[in-house]
Each structure stands twice: as C-alpha cells, then as structure tokens.
C-alpha cells in the first residue's frame, strides 16, 4: 500500500532499524528499487530531488511530482509492502507545494544553509501547510561537505544537539536529519570514514525522535570495480563503511538516505552489458544487467538497515 512516511518511520524509530529512501528520476530505479523491496519484504521510502522533478517534469515540476506519485501509486497500491515518497532536499516553496498538491507522502524542508531562527521559520511555515495536508515533515540541522544545497560547501558543519532539541520543540518536524560528518556523492571521505557518533547519540536522546542520516551511500567497490572494467573512471571514490552505518541504525537513525550507491550499480551494469552485447539495442534488453545490479545492492541494504521482513 501507499503510505505515509511518518508510519514507516515511527515503527522504525521504536524497534530501532532503518528504512533505506532510494533515490530515482526514471522508470528503470524505481522499478529495480521496488523488486528489491519484494524480495526482502521489506517498507520502502522512494524519495526524488528538485532536480529530479525537473528532469520528469521536462522543466515543469508540478508535471514531474505528478508523474511520480502516478508511478510509485501503481506499483504500491498493487503491493503488499508499505511504499511512500518523499521529496528530498525540498529548498524552493514552489517545488514543495508541488510536491504536497501532486500527492506525496511527506517532504524535506532544507533550510540547514541559513542562520537556525530563519531555518525554525521556514520550517514551521511548511509544516503548517503541510501537515493540513496530511503530508509529514522532514528538516535538517547542520551542513554537509560537498555538493550541498547546490552550493560546494568546502567543510561541513555539524549538528548541535541542544539546538537539535529547541529546532524540533519549535518546528515540530517529524523526523530530523542532524549533519554528523557526511556529504552526498562517491567522494565522502579524504582520510579514514569517521562520523560523530557522540552528537547523534546526544540528538537522539534529546529529540526521541525518527532521525535521518544523508549522504550514507557505501560505494560499493564491487560496482566500482565492475565500472572501472568498462571504462568508467571513480579513482579516489570512497563512502559510508557497512559497520559505520550499521553503528548509526543501532544509535537511532531510522532513514538512510541513498542515491550514489544506486547510481553507480546502475552505470556498472549498463557499461557492462553495452560492452558484452554490442548488436543489442532494445532497451527492455540493454537495462536489464543495470537493473539487475541496482536490486542487488538495494536488497543487500535492505537487509543489512534491517528492515528486512519488517513491511
Ligand atoms: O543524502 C542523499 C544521498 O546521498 P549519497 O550521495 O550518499 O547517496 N540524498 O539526499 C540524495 C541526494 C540526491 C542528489 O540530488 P540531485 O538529484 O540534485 O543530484
Ligand atoms: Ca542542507
Ligand atoms: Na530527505
Ligand atoms: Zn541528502
């Protein structure tokens, strides 16, 4: 069924396991994600960025979110797995209320890039409307380095918990992503992978509350090797390590947002096939290893959040 994103996370958020948000802007994703979810019987949050929307919408976002709650509602009304979406990095009000109109379950307001009382008053602004709408919140407490808020912020900027209390009492969000040392991307770490586990487990304390980790792909090298095999080039990649993450889920994170991670299945599979099949231009055909790799890793973090059997 088509759900609500908040049901997901607070069933997660008491029995102490995440639900991975998969990232998607096309069909193959979404439905490489979803074949995963039955396999491991496992709730699923699909989860699409401003960019993503655009790029459905051909340029018209309120066409792209409508196109995607279209998708996703037909594959979950037709399942027994709970299936919501979410908008991700929501940062333009257009984009959001396009995103509450269109259908969606729940959206992130990310107002982390500016000083906390004007990130509080655009926070409570959405979830006045949205949850008149009956759609939940997600906000955001800190920076990430990298690519973030479509600017490169060079270091990030950590959570601080005692504000991560006053934020979320003000706001009343309904679940929080504090920045604890991730970015987004396959370039995550210059040195060893290392996250603030002492602030998360502060956060946790304090708010109670279902908490998001961003920018928590692994980088698989399996996928990175395979890639490399065919050309691709992701020297210096590096992500979230499995015992990392799995350190998070056990200190209360409940949403693990992943999109590289995907990506990077994808264009392995897609190089390799291309390179193996070259009279091969049917494209339910020239997918279908990309596909195929994008369940796998979708399966194996299912399990490995685990959210496995939990739908
Ligand atoms: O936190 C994450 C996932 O981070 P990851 O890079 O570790 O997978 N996300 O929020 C996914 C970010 C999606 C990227 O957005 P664009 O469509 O604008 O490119
Ligand atoms: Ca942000
Ligand atoms: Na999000
Ligand atoms: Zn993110």
Do not use: C, W
């Amino acid at each position: 069924p088509y759900v609500n994103t908040k049901d997901i996370l607070e069933k997660a958020n008491k029995e102490y396991y995440a639900v991975a948000a998969f990232n998607i802007n096309n069909l193959e994703f979404l439905q490489a994600i979803v074949e995963g979810g039955i396999e491991k019987k496992s709730p699923l949050i699909i989860e699409t960025s401003e960019g993503a929307m655009k790029y459905a919408g051909m340029g018209d976002p309120l066409r792209g979110a409508s196109l995607f709650v279209k998708m996703v509602r037909e594959f979950a009304d037709s399942l027994d797995i709970p299936i919501a979406l979410h908008l991700d990095h929501g940062k333009n009000f257009k984009y959001i209320i396009s995103a509450i109109k269109a259908g969606y379950s729940s959206v992130m307001i990310d107002a982390s890039d500016k000083p906390l009382e004007e990130n509080i008053k655009t926070t409570k602004d959405i979830v006045r409307i949205a949850h008149a709408a009956g759609v939940s919140v997600e906000a955001e407490l800190g920076k990430l380095a990298g690519i973030e808020d479509n600017v490169a912020s060079s270091e990030s900027v950590l959570v601080n918990p005692d504000e991560a209390k006053y934020f979320v009492e003000e706001t009343q969000v309904d679940f929080l992503a504090p920045a604890i040392g991730t970015s987004h991307g396959a370039f995550k770490f210059k040195g060893e992978a290392k996250l603030d586990f002492d602030r998360l487990k502060k956060v946790k304390e304090l708010t109670k509350m279902p908490l998001v980790l961003h920018g928590a792909s692994s980088v698989v090298q399996e996928m990175v090797e395979i890639a490399e095999n065919y050309g691709a080039d992701f020297g210096g990649s590096k992500g979230v390590p499995s015992d990392i993450l799995k350190e998070t889920v056990r200190l209360g994170i409940n949403k693990v947002n992943t999109d590289t991670d995907l990506r990077m299945a994808f264009v392995a599979g897609l190089r390799e096939f291309l390179h193996n099949n070259p009279k091969e231009f049917d494209p339910r055909k020239y997918m279908d290893t990309a596909k195929a790799y994008v369940k796998k890793v979708v399966s194996d973090r299912l399990e490995l959040l685990g959210s496995a059997n939990k739908a």
